[in-house]
T-cell receptor
Framework: EADIYQTPRYLVIGTGKKITLECSQT?????MYWYQQDPGMELHLIHY???????EKGDLSSESTVSRIRTEHFPLTLESARPSHTSQYLC???????????FGQGTRLTVV | KNQVEQSPQSLIILEGKNCTLQ??????????LRWYKQDTGRGPVSLTI?????NTKSNGRYTATLDADTKQSSLHITASQLSDSASYIC?????????????FGRGTQLTVWP
């Protein structure tokens, strides 16, 4: 079983609130990713990191921000949540050699 | 443009039957191709990963094939079980940079009926 964890699993929050989705992995992977996935749709890359202090925006425009202060930790922050942010957010990691990518269980976010 | 196309979009089969899911890609340069299984509301779980030189790889009742010349892959599920009901996602990794990146298909939603 993959050692990558996301919290919370489910979150319902009001419009305008600031939230942080947590993602941690204990595999020592340098590469980490955040994906957004709507029901029945493909995963869209919103942020990625190649290592500590490295963060890049992905293909899908997102109002979220990320940080990578430690190798094992890659939190995603929404400064002001909106209903359009309602979605599932998946965190993943893999090693530099491009081997298997491991996914967390996801955070289902609902903004009301 | 790097793309991954999967077919069919959805599939319903009876328990015990076999099925084959298709994946066509245009990702270049190619590094590897992965098949993932994603249960509803969960994160994807890896089934197989194949590099350029591998034509087939099995994982229990799952067998993946890869034709790197035609840029096609298939996932064959044998003797389906109710627990196979899930979305199956084809993911292709490029090596356009030293670090590569992943391209996802939309998935095939498989439903197995008793």
């Amino acid at each position: 079983e993959a050692d990558i964890y996301q919290t919370p699993r489910y979150l319902v929050i009001g419009t305008g609130k600031k939230i942080t989705l947590e993602c941690s992995q204990t595999m020592g992977h340098d590469k980490m990713y955040w994906y957004q996935q709507d029901p029945g749709m493909e995963l869209h890359l919103i942020h990625y990191s190649y290592g500590v202090n490295s963060t890049e925006k992905g293909d899908l425009s997102s109002e979220s921000t990320v940080s990578r202060i430690r190798t094992e930790h890659f939190p995603l922050t929404l400064e002001s949540a909106r209903p359009s942010h309602t979605s599932q957010y998946l965190c993943a990691s893999d090693d530099i050699k491009g081997g298997e990518a491991f996914f967390g269980q996801g955070t289902r976010l609902t903004v009301v | 443009k790097n793309q991954v196309e999967q077919s069919p979009q959805s599939l319903i089969i009876l328990e015990g039957k076999n099925c084959t899911l298709q994946c066509n890609y245009t990702v270049s340069p190619f590094s590897n191709l992965r098949w993932y299984k994603q249960d509803t509301g969960r994160g994807p779980v890896s089934l197989t990963i194949m590099t350029f030189s591998e034509n087939t790889k099995s994982n229990g009742r799952y067998t993946a094939t890869l034709d790197a010349d035609t840029k096609q892959s298939s996932l064959h599920i044998t003797a389906s079980q109710l627990s196979d009901s899930a979305s199956y996602i084809c993911v292709v990794s490029d090596r356009g940079s030293t670090l590569g990146r992943l391209y996802f298909g939309r998935g095939t939603q498989l439903t197995v009926w008793p």
